[in-house]
Nanobody, 127 residues
Framework: QLQLVESGGDLVQPGGSLRLSCALSGFTSDYYAIGWFRQAPEKGREGVSCLNMNDFTTYYPDSVKDRFIVSTEGAKSTVYLQMNNLKHEDTGIYYC????????????????????WGRGTLVNVST
């Protein structure tokens, strides 16, 4: 059974840092990507990172670029999202998600391409 479980969400002050984890299980294919998405109240879901788990290329939107870093360890059992210099607008529920993709096409972790979602972890950036 393919599963994704997020952890690491917390209350943090502006300017602080958090590292979120996404534990993966049941993955057997090389051609998948792990995306991190977030959703704040009355806002749509926003992708904040994408990690191609085959070639380890990454993608970030301008809203988090140079502040967020996605990575994984050698066993590819966990994907991390390091979040630095957090701002109030970073507050939201953070989800990790998996997307299987065609290697001839690739992926940038578009929401409509997601196959599996985690349950989410809350990040609250506040004083």
């Amino acid at each position: 059974q393919l599963q994704l479980v997020e952890s690491g969400g917390d209350l943090v002050q502006p300017g602080g840092s958090l590292r979120l984890s996404c534990a993966l299980s049941g993955f057997t294919s090389d051609y998948y990507a792990i995306g991190w998405f977030r959703q704040a109240p009355e806002k749509g879901r926003e992708g904040v990172s994408c990690l191609n788990m085959n070639d380890f290329t990454t993608y970030y939107p301008d809203s988090v670029k140079d502040r967020f870093i996605v990575s994984t360890e050698g066993a590819k059992s966990t994907v991390y999202l390091q979040m630095n210099n957090l701002k109030h607008e970073d507050t939201g529920i953070y989800y990790c998600a998996e997307e299987f993709f065609n290697p001839d096409i690739g992926t940038n972790c578009q929401e409509d391409g997601v196959d599996y979602w985690g349950r989410g972890t809350l990040v609250n950036v506040s004083t």
